[in-house]
Nanobody, 118 residues
């Protein structure tokens, strides 16, 4: 059983950078494939980025490609470096974990708010 906690959200201006962090709240049972999702005002949840268990494979939504970078430093922690933020990046960002690189995301964090002002 895994609990995920996001941190690092806040209010920034367009063009600023921000880094989100996600970590398990307790003991990890292995190396998880991780992903970041977001839900903006009046929108459905959307995929942002994912990283494989090994850390060797990453994928990004077209809307953030070239601006965001997902990374990990161990089996439990994952980060989302967000550069050149835009107002359309405003959303609640969620961290998610799964045991395989193409499986169902089983664990979700509570979300952290990112607000980008123009």
């Amino acid at each position: 059983q895994v609990q995920l906690v996001e941190s690092g959200g806040g209010l920034v201006q367009a063009g600023d950078s921000l880094t989100l962090s996600c970590a398990a709240s307790g003991r990890s049972f292995g190396t998880y494939a991780m992903g970041w999702f977001r839900q903006g005002p009046g929108k459905e949840r959307e995929f942002v980025a994912r990283i494989s268990r090994s850390g060797g494979i990453t994928n990004y939504a077209d809307s953030v490609k070239g601006r965001f970078t997902i990374s990990r430093d161990n089996a439990k922690n994952v980060y989302l470096q967000m550069n050149n933020l835009k107002p359309e990046d405003t959303a609640v960002y969620f961290c998610a974990a799964r045991y395989s690189d193409y499986g169902t995301y089983l664990y979700w964090g509570q979300g952290t708010q990112v607000t980008v002002s123009s």
